[in-house]
């Protein structure tokens, strides 16, 4: 079987102009290569990290179950052009939050793996002795 995805190139940038939708975070696949872009200006380096690993699981779990990607960036270029969500008007704090966005389920997985991977990554930090 072909695998739609044939490569998977993470751009970690300084400028959050280059996200789209106004984001931290952002994917779109041409001709087989999943681009994922992750702003870096956040407080937490493990947070920047936790972003690559949520987008590229959002962006798999969706191209696996056959949802266009361009119902994602429909739906999210409405929300950040309005700032509420098209069917219920409701102001979330991401747009993947409300239960109307095309990729609502595979945010919420995404948030879960990219929490426990996040707390991992803290913990390794917090636990690790002061050794030269
Ligand atoms: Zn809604």
């Known amino acids: 079987m072909e695998m739609p995805v044939k490569s998977i190139v993470v751009v970690m940038t300084s400028d959050p102009t280059s996200i789209r939708n106004g984001q931290v975070g952002d994917y779109y696949l041409v001709n087989g290569v999943l681009y994922v872009r992750v702003y870096t200006g956040m407080d937490n380096p493990n947070a920047v990290y936790g972003t690559a690993i949520h987008e590229i ?42 239960e109307h966005a095309p990729y609502h389920t595979e945010h919420q997985a995404a948030t879960m793996i990219e929490e426990l991977f996040t707390t991992l990554l803290n913990e390794e930090k917090s636990n690790k002795p002061n050794r030269a």
């Open 57 to 98: 699981v959002e962006a798999l779990l969706l191209i696996n179950k056959g949802t266009p990607l361009e119902a994602v960036d429909q739906y999210d270029a409405y929300y950040y052009k309005h700032g509420r969500c098209p069917r219920c008007n409701a102001i979330k704090s991401e747009p993947g939050d409300d």
